[in-house]
């Protein structure tokens, strides 16, 4: 019995040995092929998605576009304050009618109210001569109907609508103005 267990023994070691063997060989890696040219569709680490291209260029005709309303605006800015030179050197119904176009049609918020504020106080610092109180507000109340609704109902201007009903003589028979 001890020889049957002994040759049991000794076919078992050469079975394991056996797989043993076999295991090693398929488990040794076969070469591989490291290739020099990147994978098909693989696109590199650092170049932008499109995504990201398409955002750039967002950007870039967002800024373009700012950059055109504020040089607009510029224009429109310099072309407001030169009306206001010219009224301030000469004052007359025709530069006080210039500045007034130019204010309402700039559309600068806030150029109509500094423009007609200029206008009336330069009347009743009797300044400005040739025109009657009734014709000033019936000039200031006919550009003020040119501004964009918006800027017409704001509450800056209901002080305005007062001075123009106060120099049409139409602010003691109505105490509140429409429009």
Request: hydrophobic fraction near 45%; proline fraction near 5%.
């Given at each position: 019995?001890?020889?049957?267990i002994?040759?049991?023994?000794?076919?078992?070691?050469?079975?394991?040995?056996?797989?043993?063997?076999?295991?090693?060989?398929?488990?040794?890696p076969?070469p591989?092929?490291?290739?020099?040219?990147p994978?098909?569709?693989?696109?590199?680490?650092?170049?932008?998605?499109?995504?990201?291209?398409?955002?750039?260029?967002d950007?870039?005709?967002?800024?373009?576009?700012?950059?055109?309303?504020?040089?607009?605006?510029?224009?429109?800015?310099?072309?407001?304050?030169r009306?206001?030179?010219?009224?301030?050197?000469?004052?007359?119904?025709?530069t006080?009618?210039?500045?007034?176009?130019?204010?309402?049609?700039?559309?600068?918020?806030g150029?109509?109210?500094?423009?007609a504020?200029?206008?009336i106080?330069?009347?009743?610092?009797?300044?400005?001569?040739?025109?009657?109180?009734?014709?000033?507000?019936?000039?200031?109340?006919?550009?003020?109907?040119?501004?964009?609704a918006k800027?017409?109902?704001?509450?800056?201007?209901?002080?305005?609508k007062?001075?123009?009903?106060?120099?049409?003589?139409?602010?003691?028979?109505?105490?509140?103005?429409?429009?």
């Amino acid at each position: 019995m001890l020889l049957l267990i002994a040759v049991l023994a000794s076919l078992s070691a050469a079975f394991l040995l056996f797989r043993y063997a076999n295991r090693r060989d398929r488990e040794r890696p076969a070469p591989t092929f490291i290739s020099t040219e990147p994978p098909p569709n693989a696109r590199p680490l650092f170049e932008p998605t499109k995504e990201e291209l398409r955002r750039e260029a967002d950007e870039k005709a967002a800024k373009a576009i700012a950059r055109r309303e504020y040089h607009a605006s510029a224009k429109a800015r310099e072309s407001v304050d030169r009306a206001l030179l010219d009224w301030r050197s000469n004052h007359n119904i025709k530069t006080a009618g210039e500045l007034l176009r130019v204010a309402t049609s700039s559309g600068l918020e806030g150029a109509f109210l500094r423009a007609a504020n200029e206008i009336i106080e330069d009347l009743r610092a009797s300044r400005l001569t040739g025109i009657a109180e009734s014709d000033l507000a019936a000039l200031l109340d006919s550009h003020l109907r040119l501004l964009p609704a918006k800027e017409r109902s704001s509450g800056e201007l209901f002080w305005l609508k007062q001075e123009i009903a106060d120099l049409a003589g139409t602010r003691a028979a109505s105490p509140q103005m429409n429009g």
